[in-house]
Structures are given as C-alpha cells and as structure tokens.
C-alpha cells in the first residue's frame, strides 16, 4: 500500500514526526534512514560515548573544510547514521537553548516561534526527574534526568564559578538559563534515551508504520512543481516510491539540505554547474551554515584528584559489571555533569559561552581517546556571527558534500573565544580550586596574550557538532522554509531537523530539534498546543 507520508531520516526528529503522525491510524507514513540497527550495547551504554565516537560505521564521516580562517585544516563533524540518529552518538546533554533564542526567531518575522509557542513542546516531549512545572513536562517519551554529579571536582567547578561571581541556577531547563548548573542528560534507568528508544520502538507495534534501514535515498521526485516521492537504493538498481501526501526531510543539518540540491532545488548556478536538471530555484539551499566552534582548556592534577583515579584496569572492569550487572556506577554516566551558559561581555543580551566541564582530560594518542589526570572545559562559543555553507561536490548522492563553517571568519568570535579562555582561567584561580595545584596543559600558561590566544584558536579550535541553518525557516521570500517547513519552492514538501533554524540556539541541539519536530508534526495534523504564559529571565531585556 502506498504511504500517504514518507519521512526521510530516522533520526532525533523522524522518529518523533514518523510516530506522531501514525497516531492517526488512518495515516501511513513509510519511514527511511540510510544506516541500521541501534541496538548495540555500546549505543546503549552511556559511559561507552568515547567508543561511539570512534565507530566509523554509526556516522555519516563527514569532515568539514578546507576551513580559511584556521589554516586550511578540516574538522571532523560526528553525525549519527543509524536508527535514531545522532541521538544515538551524542552526548546525552539536556538543554534547551535560552528562551531568548526562540524570541530572536519571533522577532524575525516567525512569531510562533517564540518561546512562548515553543515551550508547550519542550513540555510534552518530557518526563522530567523533578516532575512537572511550569516550566517542565511529567509525561513526555524522553526521560530527563538530573546527573549525579558526585565527583568531588564536579563541586569544585560549581563553587569556583561562585567565587568568580557567577550564580549556581536551579534549572538552566526552566526559568533562567544563565550561569553555572549541576547537567541534565537524556539518561534513564543507566541507558541511552534517544529518540528511537523514546519514540520510535513503542510506535513500531503499529501496523501504519514501516521502516526501511539501510536505505540511501538519493533524491526526492519531483513533478509539477511538487514532491511525489523518492529515489533509494543504488545507482545499479535505484527505484522510486511514491506518496500520497508529503515527503518530510528530517535527513539532519547536512543531508537535507544536501537531498534538496540533489533533487534539483537550490541555487540554479551551482546545480547548472554540476549538470543537475533544476526545478526550483532556492539560492539560500546551502547558506547560512552555523556551528558552536569551540576549543578543550586542559589541566593537570595528581591522580587521586580526578577521576581517572577511577578508570585504571580495575576501574574499568568493575565499570563493566556494574553496568551490565545493575545498570549502576559510571557506566551510567555521560561525565559531562556540570557546565555553565555565561556572557563574556556585558553588551550581549543572554550568555554567548557554555563551558562543559569534566573531572579528567582526554588526548587523542595513536587515534585513540586516552583519559589523563586532571580536569577540562570544554568551551564553545553559542552565538557566533561566522556563516558557512554546504555545497555539492558531485551530482553522485554517495559523494560527501563540501562543507565549509568558515570558523572565526567574524572578529567577534575570535575576541569572544579569548575571552571565554580567559573566563575560565579566571574561575581556576579562585580558592576552590587552590587545593589541587593545577598546572594548565592547553593551551598553557605560556599562551598569555590576544595574539598568542588567537594563534592557539586558529590550530585547535573544533565544533560541538551542532550544525544548522542550511534550510532557513523564515517569512521572507529567500527563506528555503515557512514556519511549518514547507519547503517554499515546491510543494508537498518539508524540511523537519536542525537545518530549519534562522539561528543557532544556545546550547545543545538535540532538544531543540525534538521540540521542533513535535512543533511541526502538530502543524501537519492541523493542530497547535496553547502558548505558555511561564515567566523566564530575561524577558524584558532586548532581543538580540
């Protein structure tokens, strides 16, 4: 039977629109994604994330650059390619971006899209640990948890923050998300919550529901001016499957767009150059690239100090069994249990840094991820002004695009990124840390001035693996999308990920896009939750 939708990616937000939509037992909506299975016990396990990150076969192996600002240097750019996407690679961090974000979209011409609008969906998509508020779900599929944070360091970092003048917010998930706070992971009973385990495996019972792993699609049909379908398969023995009503692209911030190019919607010049038969002209396909560049700031201590104390041959065996034993002790965790979202300036309207913090350092040694004795932050840059784009190298949908963020190509980001660096020095100075004799390691205590800081950005700086913006939500005639990701320039067709948002959001993606998708899956039913009334800090100050 012929699906009425297609969902194109099963990742944070097609498992969410593919199962939203098959709520309606009417509805038949066939659901594609390129890799395979997430069950896998080191998808599973939370304390395995540095093992996930080295599995080239659970990513897309995407390597950004050429980069012109760092040197030429290219960047690798994790992106989840099985069932749940990067759900099922990142590193469960719980936030929502700063309420102001969403009012920045407003303010550009999206006025559902304020945090107002967008709160109501933060709220059903979660069950959080401290129960419901007005600010926070009770009932949502993704299990939200407080980390446990009990690493002494953990505490060290909180207290140093004070002591540096920052305030410890009680919920950086609820009315004010500015300062240093105790993480939130998507985490539940010792296991990765991801979208597919939330959303997708409860709705996998319905008999409106199919799902095709390892399935590349390498184009969507077009006809008429609308969507009808999409190409899978390889170039040998590609085949078409058509649909009733909609394809949805929920492909991820690089595929999506990269899918519209391939499908002949972009820039007429850069298809035309490529020999890809254009039909629909969409300049903006591909622009307005954004990313959370960011860079590790490293100390030593003794061993006893930090938690690699914890991780020795012993460590890492007991770490096993109690994770598979009892699904308790550090195999449970993410590490990331304490961050901080703050301003390095006082001209900016909500925090433009966000530092994770963790209670030993890592180094990549023989292309391995070694754990060190000492501690680190890792700081990223939440507001940047540089933009980049993504463009086809060849008509070939097997062939990695060119993806350019053109990091710190904005003076800005570089003054604030050193000014970020020196924040954090700042807060290891204070007499909370004093007990530990820390020695700084990266990028060392030798690295003082603007002009050394710079050059140490220029060699080392990475991303977060938060891109977005490619496919441009707006009102304007140049936007890829409306506020419902309809795509503008052809029909029956929407864009549901990451790649829709005007700007980037303050913090980590992931929940921001599932909010997106249930947003969206509402507009595709013909229905929209009320908008909250909840306070947040913050609302009198000017949008940026």
């Known amino acids: 039977m012929q699906p009425d939708y297609i969902v194109v990616g099963a990742g944070a937000a097609g498992c969410i629109v593919a199962t939203r939509l098959t709520e309606d037992p009417s509805v038949r909506v066939l659901l594609l994604e390129a890799g395979g299975s997430d069950r896998n016990p080191i998808i599973t396990m939370p304390g395995a994330l540095p093992f996930v990150y080295e599995r080239r076969q659970l990513q897309w192996n995407y390597r950004s650059g050429p980069e012109p600002e760092l040197g030429g240097r290219t960047i690798d750019e994790k992106l989840g390619k099985v069932i749940g996407g990067s759900t099922s690679i990142n590193a469960m961090i719980w936030n929502r971006g700063n309420p102001l974000d969403y009012d920045s979209w407003a303010g550009e011409g999206l006025p559902d899209?304020?945090?107002?609008?967008?709160?109501?969906?933060?709220?059903?998509?979660?069950?959080?640990?401290?129960?419901?508020?007005?600010?926070?779900?009770?009932?949502?599929?993704?299990?939200?948890?407080?980390?446990?944070?009990?690493?002494?360091?953990?505490?060290?970092?909180?207290?140093?923050?004070?002591?540096?003048?920052?305030?410890?917010?009680?919920?950086?998930?609820?009315?004010?998300?500015?300062?240093?706070?105790?993480?939130?992971?998507?985490?539940?009973?010792?296991?990765?919550?991801?979208?597919?385990?939330?959303?997708?495996?409860?709705?996998?019972r319905r008999d409106n529901l199919?799902?095709?792993?390892?399935?590349?699609?390498?184009?969507?049909?077009?006809?008429?001016?609308?969507?009808?379908?999409?190409?899978?398969?390889?170039?040998s023995s590609a085949r078409t499957i058509l649909c009733d009503r909609e394809v949805i692209l929920c492909s991820g911030p690089v595929n999506s767009p990269k899918l519209l190019m391939l499908?002949?919607?972009?820039?007429?010049?850069?298809?035309?150059?490529?020999?890809?038969?254009?039909?629909?002209?969409?300049?903006?396909?591909?622009?307005?690239?954004?990313?959370?560049?960011?860079?590790?700031?490293?100390?030593?201590?003794?061993?006893?100090?930090s938690l690699v104390a914890e991780l020795g041959p012993l460590g890492q065996v007991k770490l096993g069994l109690d994770w598979i034993l009892r699904r308790k002790g550090l195999?449970?965790?993410?590490?990331?249990?304490?961050?901080?979202?703050?301003?390095?300036?006082?001209?900016?309207?909500?925090?433009?840094?966000?530092?994770?913090?963790?209670?030993?350092?890592?180094?990549?040694r023989r292309g391995k991820v070694v754990p060190l004795a000492g501690f680190q932050f890792w700081m990223d840059l939440s507001r940047p002004a540089s933009r980049g784009s993504i463009r086809l190298r060849s008509a070939d949908p097997a062939e990695p695009p060119w993806i350019v963020f053109n990091h710190l190509d904005a003076r800005q980001d570089i003054g604030d990124l050193i000014a970020g660096l020196?924040?954090?020095?700042?807060?290891?100075?204070?007499?909370?840390?004093?007990?530990?004799?820390?020695?700084?390691?990266?990028?060392?205590?030798?690295?003082?001035?603007?002009?050394?800081?710079?050059?140490?950005?220029?060699?080392?700086?990475?991303?977060?693996?938060?891109?977005?913006?490619?496919?441009?939500?707006?009102?304007?005639?140049?936007?890829?999308?409306?506020?419902?990701?309809?795509?503008?320039?052809?029909?029956?067709?929407?864009?549901?990920?990451?790649?829709?948002?005007?700007?980037?959001?303050?913090?980590?993606?992931?929940?921001?896009?599932?909010?997106?998708?249930?947003?969206?899956?509402?507009?595709?039913?013909?229905?929209?939750?009320?908008?909250?009334?909840?306070?947040?800090?913050?609302?009198?100050?000017?949008?940026?």
């Open 331 to 364: 195999g449970t965790t993410n590490f990331f249990e304490t961050g901080a979202f703050v301003r390095t300036r006082g001209d900016v309207a909500f925090p433009n840094m966000q530092y994770e913090f963790l209670p030993l350092y890592r180094q990549v």
């Open 113 to 204: 899209w304020d945090f107002a609008h967008c709160l109501p969906y933060f709220r059903k998509l979660e069950t959080f640990q401290d129960g419901p508020n007005e600010w926070r779900g009770g009932d949502g599929p993704m299990r939200i948890n407080r980390c446990a944070a009990r690493h002494p360091l953990y505490d060290t970092f909180l207290r140093g923050g004070e002591q540096a003048g920052f305030e410890v917010t009680a919920d950086h998930n609820g009315y004010r998300q500015e300062g240093l706070h105790v993480a939130q992971a998507s985490i539940h009973d010792g296991v990765r919550w991801s979208s597919a385990r939330a959303y997708l495996r409860p709705a996998l």
């Open 210 to 235: 199919d799902v095709l792993m390892n399935t590349l699609v390498r184009r969507v049909v077009i006809h008429d001016g609308a969507a009808v379908g999409v190409e899978v398969g390889e170039a």
């Open 422 to 544: 020196r924040l954090a020095r700042r807060i290891v100075r204070q007499a909370a840390w004093a007990p530990l004799g820390a020695t700084e390691v990266t990028p060392g205590s030798d690295v003082e001035s603007d002009a050394e800081i710079e050059r140490f950005l220029r060699a080392k700086v990475g991303t977060s693996y938060h891109p977005s913006g490619a496919c441009r939500m707006g009102s304007d005639a140049e936007a890829v999308v409306d506020g419902e990701g309809r795509v503008r320039a052809v029909g029956r067709m929407r864009v549901v990920d990451a790649s829709l948002m005007p700007r980037v959001v303050t913090g980590n993606l992931n929940a921001a896009v599932m909010m997106i998708a249930e947003k969206v899956s509402d507009r595709i039913l013909g229905r929209a939750l009320r908008p909250s009334d909840a306070p947040y800090f913050g609302q009198a100050r000017q949008v940026a």
């Open 263 to 305: 499908s002949g919607v972009g820039d007429p010049d850069e298809l035309r150059r490529l020999g890809i038969p254009i039909l629909a002209e969409a300049r903006e396909v591909g622009r307005n690239l954004q990313n959370h560049p960011g860079v590790d700031i490293q100390f030593a201590t003794r061993r006893q100090d």
